[in-house]
């Protein structure tokens, strides 16, 4: 059942619906709560669904965007997500990211994630502190390597900020399917908490030996690049859902694209880029609701084809 709480969450996810997208079709009944899964190294819950922030977060603290990513925050937090994935290398968005929690006031329900970059253990240590400073964060949830940048050196300096309690957990990353096996050299060698790489409907890799090594090791997945920079949604703007969409209550394309990696159990957050309060209401509500079986992935699949 239900808490009084989260059906106001829910209302709000409907109200921003309404108001920014006025023929948006308004479900009769309330959403579920969204979808949590498993951190297997500590068995924390994390919502499936979570902000990222490559190209959308990299303005200036005086933009007028602000306002809207003010909005998407309240969404997203309103919405009961928590992970937001950030780094130095996205321009000004680990600043933006700090200063739009400070203004909501919500660091005790959000999971700061931003990576390292540099080469070098002083040089990695001195962009992190920069990294605490920009998200005005004492303890970030979760520092990664950023595209294998400097691995062994850079993991080490996260395992002796993690033992000194600044960072909860240590992860890796990358962004296209030619690192997928580095990733899984660089997983079988060091132990991490997490590993963020690309999946989606067009680049399915992953199912292949990534994912599956991350369920059998108990590694927690970030997956990125869920509509391939938008790509796989200009293939279908302005064709309608099919039917069978209501199967797996997908009510957008772009719910249906969630549901598809959501339906993988190895993948623990999504973290679509957006700074549209419609769209990050939208993205949340794929995290509700029934997740397509193996006939309906294919279809799905079959649908971008």
């Known amino acids: 059942m239900q808490t009084r709480r989260q059906l106001l969450h829910r209302s709000v996810l409907f109200a921003t619906l309404a108001v920014l997208g006025p023929s948006w079709p308004l479900l009769a009944k309330a959403a579920e709560p969204l979808r949590m899964r498993k951190i297997p190294a500590s068995g924390e819950l994390l919502p499936v669904i979570g902000l990222g922030t490559s190209r959308t977060h990299d ?3 005086d933009d007028d965007e602000m306002q809207a990513l003010l909005e998407v925050l309240r969404v997203f937090i309103e919405g009961d997500a928590q992970l937001i994935d950030t780094a130095p290398s996205y321009g000004n968005a680990d600043r933006v990211v700090g200063e739009l929690v400070r203004r909501q006031n919500v660091r005790e329900r959000v999971f700061l994630a931003t990576k390292v970059s540099a080469t070098g253990r002083d040089r990695g240590m001195a962009q992190l502190e920069k990294s605490f400073e920009a998200l ?5 949830d979760l520092v990664q390597v950023h595209n294998l940048q400097d691995t062994r050196t850079q993991l080490g300096l996260l395992r ?8 909860r957990y240590i992860g890796v990353t990358h962004y296209v399917e030619s690192a997928h096996d580095r990733l899984l050299e660089v997983l079988k060698q060091e132990p991490v908490d997490f590993v963020q790489f690309n999946y ?15 369920a059998d090791k108990g590694i ?19 064709k309608p859902l099919p039917a069978w969409a209501a199967e797996i209550d997908a009510r957008s394309w772009a719910q249906m694209l969630l549901k598809f990696i959501l339906a993988e159990p190895a993948v623990t957050t999504v973290i679509p880029a957006t700074s549209n309060p419609r769209y990050m209401a939208d993205n949340i509500m794929a995290g509700q609701g029934r997740l397509p079986d193996a006939r309906q992935r294919q279809l799905i699949i079959d649908a971008f084809s």
């Not at 002796?160 to 960072?167: A, H, N, P, S, V």
């Not at 067009?202 to 990534?210: F, G, Q, T, V």
């Open 59 to 61: 303005i200036r603290l």
């Open 220 to 238: 927690a997945t970030l997956i990125n690049r869920p509509f391939t920079r938008g790509n796989l949604l200009s293939r279908v703007k302005g």
């Open 160 to 167: 002796d900020l993690k033992e000194q309690g600044r960072i």
């Open 200 to 214: 989606s409907v067009s680049e399915r890799n992953a199912e292949k030996r990534l994912l599956p090594y991350c």
């Open 136 to 140: 005005q964060a004492d303890t970030l």
